[in-house]
Structures are given as structure tokens and as C-alpha cells.
């Protein structure tokens, strides 16, 4: 109480933001209760079951699905997303570039794949949520390295930074309105700098992530997609070249650090 | 796919730390799906953890534990090499089976 009388003494109104964010204290004293459990293992494990299932109309696995390594590489591959496929001419995040797999090896529709992509209420996980997690954790302690040399990279890049400084919506906000500082926090979550390499790779190296609160594996496109709702912003769609955007924005910011994916937060 | 229990059972002294990880969705029956439809209640109802054939641990849970739950029991008397078993029993007749050796 003391510090905060302080504060306001001071009119020091940012002092006591940055404080409060010791409060996520509280959280890893929970972490450290779980030990090194994660209950994303489980989705783990599911994932790594479907990419060897046989699925769709040609009951094909997904062992021929390119993530941009190679056919059926899937170690390391994360770390490199989002990046340029030659095959769809576009950059595609780890999200999207399963749907193609699923759509172009596995015959599957793409309509009803995208209908539901995220886990809703009373979902146990869905098939992207587990198919990323794995992934993700096949390039657990790698090195964050998005590809950052074809010219559709960069230009995806820019406009990412272009979206991520844009402020719009009834709001009126923007990604940095809440992105861009660090030390500052919603309610008691702290908020990561994205602009900054340390407060990108934490944010970008710790989704997918498994939310106790929800029960549920959620994925950086989820993350995305909320956000957008919190700002009041149009629905993001998967896949979409605004949500690939942002996520280039992030992982070419994040580059350098280390992928400590799945995660697990409040 | 539920049903899979992580367990890891470790000697610390004379103690035995055993910690559980299920896979469940424990729903608690209160809440409501997209559509408005009540999702049905799908909850552990009795856990046991095994020492051997010898139960060390018997719970019965209800809706308010969370999804995925972990748990952590601790016993005296445990070997190095034992087996340690947790088994759980839901509300609607599934059940979920792990063993582990005391490490």
C-alpha cells in the first residue's frame, strides 16, 4: 500500500504499472507447483498421432506435407515460419500450410476445415491446435529464424509493421496501443513489447500454449484472432494475409531467440 | 482420447512424491456450447492412486476440478522400482489407467 501511496504522490501512474507486473510472480509460483508438467504434452502427443494418420478422401498421411524443409521434415521446421512456398506462390503461416496439406494430399474440404479451426466452448482440441502443437515442440529449443529472403517475405514483413501500427476499430486502438511499451500490463497480465527482440521472442516463442483457464491448446492465430476481438476489430480469419502479416511482424522481430513452445499460461 | 495419465513417481527419503497428469475434459454439466445447448457433465468421479495392489490414495472428485488435472500424492514406504498405479472413474462409466516405477 505504501508504494502505491507513493506513486500517486508522484503522479508516477506508469511506475505503478510497471510494478504491478511483478504480480505475474504469482503465476510461476503455480509453474513451479506443476514442475515441468504441461498438460499440452497431451495435445502433443494427438498431434504427432494425426500427422501419421491416414485422413480424408485419398486416407493419405501427412507425411508428404512440405513445411518448407523438405517433404515430411518436421524438426526445425516451425522456427523458419512464416516463409514464401514456391507451390502456393504466397507466405503462409504454420496454420495455413497445413490446410493446404490437408486440402492438397489428404483431398479434404477446405470449407470445413476452416469453419472451425480454434477449440469453441466444450471442445476438447481441434486437429490445427494439435497438429501445431506438435510441430511447435518438434522445434522446441531451436533458434527463431523466419526466412526474410524472398522478396514476398519482406513485403509481408512491412506490411505486417504497417498493420501493427495502425489504429482503427470504434477504439480507435492498434496493436502497439497496447505492444509497444514494456513493463505495462491489462488487468494483471503483463503485456510483451513486440517492437522489442526480448518481448517478441518471449511472445512469439511461447505459442502455441496450453491456457489453464480454457483447458485448451491455443495457437498463435487463435492469440491473433482474440486480439482482434479485444480491439473491436473485424473477425481475423485464419490463414488471412492480415494474420500472416502480423505474424511476420513478430517472428522476423523474435529472430534469435529460442522457441520454448508449447506453453502454458493463466 | 482421453483416458492417458502421465504419472512420475520419485523416492525422496523415505517419501514417495507421486505426480499425475490425466487427460479429461471435466465438464461440469453448467455450461452452455456455441449454440446455446447445455454440454452434457463429463467429470472424474473417483480417483485411487496404487502402491502395488495397496492403495495409498482415494479421492472422490466433482465438477470443480479443472479440465486435465493434476494431481499430487505423496506416501511413505515406497521402493525404488515399485509400481505405482492411478486409475480414475468418470461420471459417465469411462475410466483412465497409467503406471509408472518408482524412480
Known amino acids: 500500500m505504501k508504494r502505491h501511496h507513493l506513486c500517486v504522490a508522484q503522479f508516477a501512474v506508469w511506475l505503478c504499472s510497471a510494478q504491478l507486473v511483478a504480480d505475474e510472480g504469482v503465476f510461476d509460483q503455480y509453474r513451479d507447483l506443476m514442475g515441468d508438467e504441461n498438460p499440452a504434452v497431451f495435445i502433443v502427443d494427438e498431434g504427432e498421432e494425426l500427422w501419421f494418420m491416414p485422413g480424408g478422401p485419398e486416407s493419405t498421411t501427412l507425411e508428404a506435407c512440405d513445411l518448407g524443409l523438405g517433404p515430411g521434415i518436421t524438426a526445425g521446421a516451425y522456427v523458419r515460419f512464416p516463409r514464401y512456398f514456391a507451390d502456393t506462390d504466397a507466405v503462409m503461416d504454420l496454420e495455413s500450410r497445413l490446410v493446404y496439406c490437408m486440402t492438397t494430399i489428404q483431398g479434404r474440404d477446405l470449407k470445413t476445415l476452416t469453419a472451425k479451426p480454434y477449440s469453441q466452448r466444450g471442445d476438447f482440441g481441434t486437429e490445427i491446435e494439435a497438429l501445431v502443437t506438435w510441430l511447435a515442440a518438434e522445434s522446441e529449443g531451436a533458434t527463431i529464424a523466419p526466412e526474410q529472403t524472398h522478396a514476398a517475405e519482406r513485403a509481408m514483413f512491412n506490411l505486417g509493421e504497417e498493420i501493427f501500427f495502425y489504429r482503427a476499430g470504434p477504439h480507435d486502438f492498434s496493436c502497439a496501443t497496447c505492444h509497444e511499451q514494456s513493463g505495462m500490463r491489462i488487468r494483471l497480465q503483463a503485456l510483451p513489447d513486440l517492437t522489442s527482440q526480448s518481448g517478441a521472442s518471449e511472445a512469439w516463442g511461447s505459442w502455441p500454449a496450453y491456457r489453464i483457464s480454457q483447458g485448451l491448446v491455443r495457437t498463435m492465430g487463435w492469440r491473433l484472432r482474440d486480439c482482434f476481438r479485444q480491439q473491436r476489430w473485424p473477425e481475423l480469419q485464419m490463414g488471412s494475409e492480415v494474420s500472416v502479416a502480423l505474424q511476420t511482424y513478430m517472428a522476423v522481430n523474435a529472430a534469435g531467440g529460442t522457441m520454448a513452445a508449447p506453453g502454458l499460461k493463466r | ?103
Open chain 2, 1 to 103: 482420447m482421453a483416458g492417458r495419465i502421465r504419472i512420475r513417481a520419485q523416492k525422496k527419503g523415505d517419501i514417495t512424491e507421486v505426480k499425475a497428469l490425466m487427460r479429461h475434459p471435466m465438464e461440469t454439466g453448467m455450461r452452455k456450447d456455441q449454440a446455446g445447448d447445455p454440454i452434457p457433465a463429463h467429470f472424474i468421479t473417483e480417483v485411487s492412486v496404487f502402491h502395488g495392489d495397496q492403495p495409498v490414495m482415494q479421492g472422490h472428485w466433482g465438477a470443480a476440478v479443472s479440465a486435465n488435472p493434476f494431481l499430487g500424492v505423496r506416501f511413505a514406504g515406497g521402493k525404488s522400482g515399485d509400481i505405482v498405479r492411478v486409475v480414475w472413474t468418470d461420471n459417465q462409466g469411462g475410466t483412465g489407467e497409467g503406471d509408472t516405477t518408482i524412480r
